[in-house]
């Protein structure tokens, strides 16, 4: 039966090459250089035209079989070069098959044949390869520096020397990172510091390059500067990557003087709702110093935990510390440049003289806020004019702020909320939510503010710590929440009175809000609050 099996097949291919030639095309047998076939596969057989990803994959493949599988002692890097450029239709060539090999060996922590490669590059080269290469071999070191030698930490040393004085005046983040990295990679480590200033381009360095020398501080002990420069690089960047909390307590799991709070006293001092994988991260680093950890819920009327019943912090602002916010914004951020470059000098006046004339008023609405985040309509009317009308019946004194194109958003509508409100729309290129919160400023600390926008970018604007403080819980005490219920009954929930931020009791125990890891697209809750809480008792 196999053998008829086998037969028929035959057949079926002799029938289908004679009679069907648009269909199935015959291919070709690539002849590869006999001493490369032993490393890699062999009798590797390649489409007459392959192009595109297919031709891509295949040179990739290619180069990650040779890595694999090739030892430290015989390697032919010419066949492997001649093999990848045989297939003409990747995205793989002359210029740049040099640094698509590099990275593979880097890809795969092959630093033995990182090392041989650039070896053979200067070989070809008979000199120096070109910045770029040369910068990806550093890269490449960084991710093996502890298998580096002395001789080759100092080869690394010299060569980040001479990039950074060879090319100060034409001085990158990207080129800069690189720099750092190699540097990172020497006993000179804290030189970084000194070329990152020395660069001119402090506010441009990355993510990466600050967190090069933070673990390097990490792990040399350099505690304080470690901290240091992680609050600026949350200053510069506002986030904390995963690494960095992972090396603080793999430190505090071999030093006693070490403590994990520190973390939770970065995200509480920084008010810092972190990623749902960043609290797990932490949640199984303090598990696995036998720290109790629960997922809980914060109740939202009284701020009580279920699982402690311990009550968080509320959120109080007292007239001083008002007044310390109001000044700050009105003058710091609210003329600032960065706020209104979508926004002209006469708009801005124009508002100003609009909001002397009017204020102060009750609440303040972010109507495209309202509009949009909350799905528009709720039966025949439109969600803005149902709030709207609410606010009107309980004779409070209503500012809407949206654009220009709200009016037709509204239709019919509008002419309701013109005759019993107050009304400024903005052009429709302008940020809003600068408007909104001058509005609600200037009226006073009474004031309230309709949004689901937790206005984190203006916060962070403020820059100093204690009004940032200030700001977040003015706004959290102020803020007002949309809530709609079966049967589309609308109920206006009054602010969060508990702090959403990391805080410690009394009693030692520490909450930590987190938000919840969605796909993008996916619904998030309107109110924009943290989606859980961690409860850890240390």
């Not at 008002?322 to 006469?346: A, D, T, W, Y």
């Amino acid at each position: 039966m196999h053998k008829l099996y086998l037969n028929m097949c035959s057949l079926l291919r002799k029938h289908l090459q004679w009679n069907s030639p648009k269909l199935v095309r015959p291919r070709l047998t690539c002849i590869y250089t006999q001493r490369l076939l032993s490393v890699v596969t062999p009798d590797i057989i390649v489409p007459r035209k392959m192009k595109g990803r297919f031709a891509s994959d295949e040179q990739k493949r290619i180069i990650t079989e040779f890595v694999i599988k090739s030892s430290s002692t015989i390697l032919d890097w010419n066949a492997l070069k001649s093999s990848v450029l045989s297939i003409n239709r990747g995205y793989m060539n002359e210029k740049n098959i040099n640094g698509c090999i590099l990275e593979i060996c880097s890809q795969q922590k092959r630093l033995d044949l990182v090392k041989s490669f650039m070896k053979y590059v200067k070989q070809c080269s008979q000199g120096k390869p070109n910045t770029a290469l040369e910068l990806l071999y550093i890269r490449s070191c960084y991710k093996s520096r502890n298998e580096l030698t002395d001789n080759e930490q100092r080869e690394i040393q010299t060569n980040c020397q001479s990039l950074f004085k060879n090319n100060l005046h034409l001085m990158n983040s990207v080129l800069l990172e690189g720099i750092v990295m190699g540097i990172c990679c020497t006993p000179l480590w804290r030189d970084s510091l000194k070329f990152i200033k020395a660069s001119k381009i402090e506010d441009e360095i990355t993510v990466n390059t600050s967190v090069c020398v933070i673990l390097r501080a990490f792990e040399e002990a350099e505690i304080d500067l470690g901290w240091t420069l992680v609050q600026n690089m949350f200053d510069r960047h506002r986030i904390i990557p995963l690494e960095i909390v992972e090396v603080w307590f793999n430190l505090c799991e071999k030093n006693v003087n070490f403590s994990h709070c520190r973390v939770l006293e970065f995200l509480r001092d920084n008010e810092y709702i972190i990623r749902e994988d960043l609290a797990e991260l932490i949640s199984n680093k303090l598990k696995q110093s036998g720290i109790k950890t629960t997922t809980t819920m914060i109740y939202y009327n009284n701020g009580k935990c279920k699982n402690c019943n311990q009550v968080l912090e509320h959120a109080e602002v007292t007239g001083s510390d008002f007044k310390m916010l109001q000044e700050r914004f009105l003058s710091h951020v609210m003329i600032g440049n960065n706020i209104f470059n979508n926004s002209s000098p006469q708009e801005l006046n124009d508002f100003k003289d609009f909001i002397e004339i009017t204020a102060p008023y009750d609440v303040v609405v972010d109507g495209l806020n309202l509009a949009y985040a909350y799905r528009g309509k709720i039966g025949d009317h439109s969600l803005t004019k149902i709030v709207m009308k609410k606010f009107i019946e309980k004779k409070l004194k209503v500012l809407l702020i949206g654009r220009k194109h709200l009016v037709k958003i509204l239709g019919k509508e509008f002419d309701f909320i013109k005759k019993n409100s107050h009304i400024f729309f903005t052009n429709d290129l302008s940020k809003d939510d600068p408007f909104v919160l001058y509005a609600a400023m200037y009226s006073g600390i009474a004031t309230q503010i309709l949004t689901r926008d937790l206005m984190r970018g203006h916060k962070f604007l403020l820059g100093d710590p204690t009004i940032r403080s200030i700001f977040q819980k003015w706004l959290q005490k102020h803020r007002l929440g949309l809530k709609i219920r079966p049967g589309d009954e609308v109920i206006i929930k009054e602010p969060i009175t508990y702090l959403q931020a990391t805080q410690k009791s009394a009693n030692g125990i520490w909450h930590m809000p987190y938000q919840e890891f969605k796909e993008p697209g996916s619904w998030s809750k309107p109110d924009s609050s943290p989606d859980k809480w961690m409860c850890i008792q240390m």
